[in-house]
């Protein structure tokens, strides 16, 4: 099973920034979704933004736009997401995942088979 690897996260005050880092073992070839998931203290996994590897195109989730931008680099090995203007709702573990996954289901957890571990952002108020 594919492994990925988080790094990045940290603890920050309302209104700063992190990049979080995404390494894909060779995973992200040209077609694969890679997105970002955070999942927060007693609740759900939710789908933060996603990149299509092959066309770089983006989606995000209307908390997020705007403050957040997911980039990949020119190899297509490793995938970013820069956090801008964070505050306190944004605190949760993040988590990076790959797989197939069409476009409409970008935000479902169970359409991937590739995870990370995880790396937990903290932004307090």
């Known amino acids: 099973q594919v492994q990925l690897r988080e790094s990045g996260g940290g603890s920050v005050q309302a209104g700063g920034s992190l990049r979080l880092t995404c ?14 998931f955070r999942q927060a203290p007693g609740k759900e996994r939710e789908g933060v933004a996603t990149i299509w ?7 995000y989730d209307s908390s ?6 997911m980039s990949q680099d020119n190899a297509r090995t490793t995938v ?10 944004d605190t949760g573990v993040y988590y990076c995942a ?4 069409v476009s409409n289901g970008w935000y ?3 359409m991937y088979d590739a995870w990370g571990q995880g790396t937990q952002v903290t932004v307090s108020s």
Do not use: C, H
């Open 23 to 36: 390494e894909g073992s060779g995973y992200f070839d040209n077609n694969k979704r890679v997105t970002w």
């Open 98 to 101: 790959a797989g197939v996954v």
């Open 53 to 59: 590897t092959g066309s770089g195109n983006t989606i």
């Open 108 to 110: 479902r957890a169970g």
């Open 80 to 89: 970013y997401l820069q956090m801008n203007t964070l505050g306190p709702e």
């Open 64 to 69: 997020v736009k705007g403050r957040f931008t």
